[in-house]
């Protein structure tokens, strides 16, 4: 009987966990589990994520908190599904990221893999990021080389799209394993559903519906794709230290005091109907960026923004011009909400294996790496 692996995510939205009881060659999924983080722990992380006052004991606290969280939510998803333990070769979690730093060569992601280990007496794969920053790389994104494995097709152009807290895509040219790329996009969810929680109590815009009622700002769309993020070319990654709700606060600040604008536009429904449209537009130059490759295809979503009609239906009309389909990973047999999971997972068992799990050509590593580190019991 094939190895079990448990994958564990928490991402840039910080709204919980996800794990993923999966074994491979073929997939199968065994279990799954979301635990949504207490309102303490989340603060915790989200402060972190931007320098403050005191960093060090708040991460320690933060890294030992999370790593209780991961190990007590996988022996619920163990004991809740009677999962033989041994059958589970080993957990790859992916931890908590605080901060992303391709530039200075470092992502720091908390979750004490130690802890997980003395909690539920597996080995713990971690550190998934640091191998590929030393070999010159961003250390994302890494989940590429699993959509590559399961999702390319031999005659079918296909870009599996990830609406995360921050949007990346991997494009997988039909037949064509060595013409694979992929890159983070820029935000989706992360300053969508800030600016939510701030005027609606909210924790996220459910379906889209609040961004439909409003109306894009052409001013204000035009600052915002003015990042220097959206000039990059890849490879190139991005997090909540280049897109977040202050940076947002500063530029509508700026837009207000550099236009005569009109009161009426400056509603928060407006607000959030134009941080869509950035969304989509950073999506659709991405794709088409790829057009002599790819000149049309099969698009495929997963990540929370998959539950999104309004961003999804956005897309398709953006995209309607080369005729790509837009759905989600479900018609390939995977849930949206559990693709990353299990692609931690997948990166585990490449780890216990001794086999490489980043791309080079996506993340612009010096070449393959054994990803990770692991504790022992």
């Not at 991961?70 to 004991?79: A, C, K, P, S, Y």
Request: one cysteine or more.
């Amino acid at each position: 009987m094939s190895a079990i692996y448990i994958g564990v995510m928490t991402g840039t939205s910080m709204d919980g966990l996800d794990l993923v009881a999966a074994s491979f060659d073929p997939l199968k999924i065994h279990a799954t589990l979301t635990l949504k983080f207490e309102e303490d722990l989340r603060d915790q992380l989200m402060a972190l994520s931007l320098p403050d006052d005191n960093e060090i004991d708040r991460m320690a606290v933060a890294h030992v908190a999370l790593g209780k969280m991961i190990g007590n939510g996988v022996n619920q998803l163990i004991e809740d599904n009677q999962l033989d333990r041994s059958q589970i070769r080993a957990i790859g979690s992916h931890g908590q990221t605080i901060r992303h730093r391709p530039e200075s060569g470092f992502s720091l992601q908390i979750g004490d893999a130690h802890i997980i280990t003395e909690l539920t007496n597996l080995p713990v794969v971690y550190d998934f990021r640091s191998r590929d920053l030393a070999a010159n790389g961003q250390g994302a994104p890494l989940v590429p080389a699993f959509h590559q494995v399961l999702f390319q097709h031999h005659s079918i152009h296909r870009v599996i799209l990830n609406l995360g807290g921050i949007a990346n895509v991997t494009m997988l040219p039909a037949g064509q394993p060595e013409q694979i790329f992929g890159f983070d996009t820029g935000p989706a969810n992360i300053l969508m559903d800030a600016w939510c929680d701030r005027y609606t109590g909210q924790p996220y815009d459910e379906n889209g519906n609040w961004a439909a009622y409003g109306h894009p700002i052409r001013s204000l769309l035009d600052r915002l794709q003015a990042h220097d993020y959206f000039s990059k070319e890849p490879p190139k990654s991005t997090g909540r230290e280049d897109f977040n709700i202050d940076w947002l606060h500063d530029q509508l600040a700026d837009w207000r005091n550099d236009l005569d604008y009109d009161e009426l536009e400056d509603q928060p429904e407006n607000v959030q109907a134009t941080l869509m449209k950035l969304t989509t537009r950073a999506i659709k130059k991405a794709i088409y960026r790829s057009k002599e490759a790819m000149p049309t295809g099969e698009i495929y979503v997963c990540g929370g923004g998959a539950f999104n009609g309004t961003l999804l239906e956005q897309l398709r009309w953006r995209l309607r011009k080369h005729n790509w389909s837009v759905q989600t990973t479900e018609a390939l047999g995977l849930a949206p909400i559990w693709v990353e999971a299990t692609a931690f997972a997948w990166l585990a068992m490449r780890f216990c294996e001794g086999q490489a799990g980043n791309l080079p050509a996506v993340t612009g590593a010096n070449g393959l790496r054994v990803l990770g580190s692991m504790t022992h019991i």
